[in-house]
């Protein structure tokens, strides 16, 4: 949603700083909510990195150990599966991105071209509350983008793990089939 709709020339004008409060308040929690949970998500993906990694490393050793033919078939498998799930993982999830921070530069707040312009419009006493306001309106403003940054790398991330972890469980699936078809096999050849 685009801010200047939000934060209107109506809100501005009619919008007081006690409210202004609340409201930043609450968006600072929700800015803050969705930056940790970004932290978070970006150790989980390296933690299931990690663990695919060593899964696809001992598949690698167990191929070049000289299985049989069922268990090679299985283990490529699973091993490409792997490959793929990694490649997904490190190419669209771990990568450095461009997060947005909560709170407002020094330099964002204080504007000679806002002052200008208020100090143009009302006295002193009353300027400087207006000032005030539309301090806090545009940090309630700035939460808004955050919180919509944070958000879309979030879902961007969750896509491409789920992805992933399709790959992963199609992998999986595959490599169950074989293992049921190999363990067949050899029970209907045993009998013959």
């Known amino acids: 949603m685009d801010m200047e709709k939000i934060i209107t020339s109506k809100v501005r004008q009619n919008l007081d700083e006690q409210t ?3 409201i930043l308040e609450r968006s600072d929690k929700l800015a803050q909510g969705t930056l940790d949970q970004l932290r978070k998500s970006t150790d989980r993906s390296y933690t299931m990195v990690g663990f695919l990694i060593t899964i696809f490393v001992a598949l690698t050793a167990f191929v070049f150990s000289g299985p049989s033919l069922w268990q090679l ?3 490529l498998v699973l091993w490409m ?8 993982l490190f190419s669209k999830v771990l ?4 997060f947005s921070y909560v709170g407002d530069d020094p330099r964002n707040m ?3 071209r806002n002052i200008d312009v208020l100090s143009q419009k009302y006295d002193y006493r009353k ?3 207006r000032y005030s306001l539309n301090t806090l309106l545009d940090a ?3 939460n808004q983008k955050t919180i919509d940054r944070n958000e879309e790398i979030l879902n961007s991330r969750c896509d491409e793990i789920e992805k992933a972890m399709t790959v992963i469980k199609t992998t999986i699936i595959i490599a169950s089939l074989i293992t049921v078809i190999a363990l067949l096999t050899s029970s ?3 009998w013959w």
């Not at 599966?81 to 997904?88: K, S």
């Not at 990568?95 to 461009?98: C, K, N, S």
């Open 140 to 142: 309630i403003s700035n």
């Open 95 to 98: 990568w450095v991105h461009r």
């Open 127 to 129: 300027f400087n509350e």
């Open 81 to 88: 599966g792997t490959g793929i799930g990694l490649y997904i």
């Open 20 to 22: 202004a409060r609340i």
């Open 110 to 112: 204080i504007s000679e």
């Open 73 to 75: 078939a299985v283990t």
């Open 188 to 190: 209907v050849a045993s």
